[in-house]
């Protein structure tokens, strides 16, 4: 198996992701966006600030040629994930539905949140469960048209909500004023998920939780059984 | 058959001022914040709205082939349709000579 992690110019959670990986024993390849993605399994587009978040945070790397690749993977049916600065660019990508914006309390955030995992995703083989990842973002607040949101959830494509240590999704527990507490958003088909939460960040005991474990074992049990 | 030289065919630069806003409605905690320090210095505004503006120069063949371009870049790049509306004023700046 082998998971291309890209990067952009920028981009600085991409060792993380790739150490995360490779402690699950799976094999992850550092791509350079200059460069082309060959056959791949999947794709994980890490957080970071490419392009300096110049005109918004993904605007450029989403318009990069690798980003048609990715576009292709998906449409493959190939998991991609985007973490933080990478669910920014799949969303100014279009490759899942509304975008990440400025935090409600314009400031970047570098906390702990509690989430719950709402429909079920390729990404998280357990829905329900309760997870503790940290956030890192400044341009984080989920927004979408609200007419679509009933859709999205008929849709099973609203994967992660910031929920208080009860599971509920309750103002205190949204962070940057997230429509609907949203934190993670995917695409119809599942196999591409948007989620501003780091699953490396919670990858080793050492880092204070290792929830975000699971959602790289799920993406590698999904690429298994494709 | 190949003109060498068509003196009907001409290039215009164009000069663009888009204005990429939030949409009405869409909540903008930078002009919240703005609103606020104007009110703290003794200015009481009714609301504050926050815009990005771009001054563009190229050159097209016609004022529509202009706005097309434009359209594109804002539709493409400069806006989110998500949250955006753009305005656009294009004006021409010099006739050439293609």
């Known amino acids: 198996m082998n998971i291309a992690i890209l990067r952009f110019g920028g981009s600085n959670c991409d060792l993380d992701v790739q150490k995360a990986l490779n402690n699950l024993g799976v094999g992850a390849e550092l791509v350079w966006y200059k460069e082309t993605l060959k056959n791949y399994d999947g794709a994980i587009i890490p957080g970071g600030f490419s392009y300096g978040d110049y005109l918004r945070a993904g605007a450029i790397a989403a318009r990069t040629k690798i980003m048609q690749s990715v576009a292709q993977m998906a449409a493959d049916g190939k998991p991609i994930l985007g973490i933080c600065n990478g669910a920014q660019i799949l969303s100014e990508s279009h490759l899942v539905p509304g975008t990440f914006t400025l935090n409600q309390y314009p400031k970047f955030i570098c906390k702990w949140v509690k989430l719950r995992t709402v429909g079920k995703s390729p990404f998280t083989d357990l829905t329900n469960a309760i997870v503790d990842l940290p956030i890192a973002h400044k341009e984080g607040r989920y927004v979408v048209d609200p007419l679509l949101l009933k859709e999205l959830y008929e849709n099973d494509q609203v994967v992660f909500k910031y929920v208080d240590e009860n599971g509920r999704p309750t103002l205190a527990a949204n962070p940057n004023g997230s429509l609907d507490n949203i934190a993670g958003i995917s695409n119809l088909e599942k196999n591409v998920l948007a989620m501003m939460p780091h699953p490396e960040r919670a990858s080793e005991k050492l880092l204070g939780s290792t929830d975000g474990d699971a959602i790289f074992e799920s993406m590698v049990r999904y690429i298994k059984a494709l | ?98």
């Open chain 2, 1 to 98: 058959m190949f003109n060498y030289y068509n003196p009907t065919v001409t290039a215009m630069l164009y000069r663009a001022e888009i204005t990429i806003k939030l949409k009405n409605g869409m909540l903008d905690p930078e002009a919240t914040t703005i609103k606020n320090a104007l009110k703290h210095l003794g200015y009481e505004c009714q609301s504050v709205k926050q815009a990005a503006t771009y001054e563009l120069e190229f050159t097209a063949d016609s004022r529509a082939s202009a706005t097309d371009l434009v359209n594109g870049m804002c539709q493409r790049l400069l806006a989110n349709p998500i949250i955006h509306d753009y305005d656009v004023r294009i004006t021409e700046q010099s006739r050439r000579d293609r």
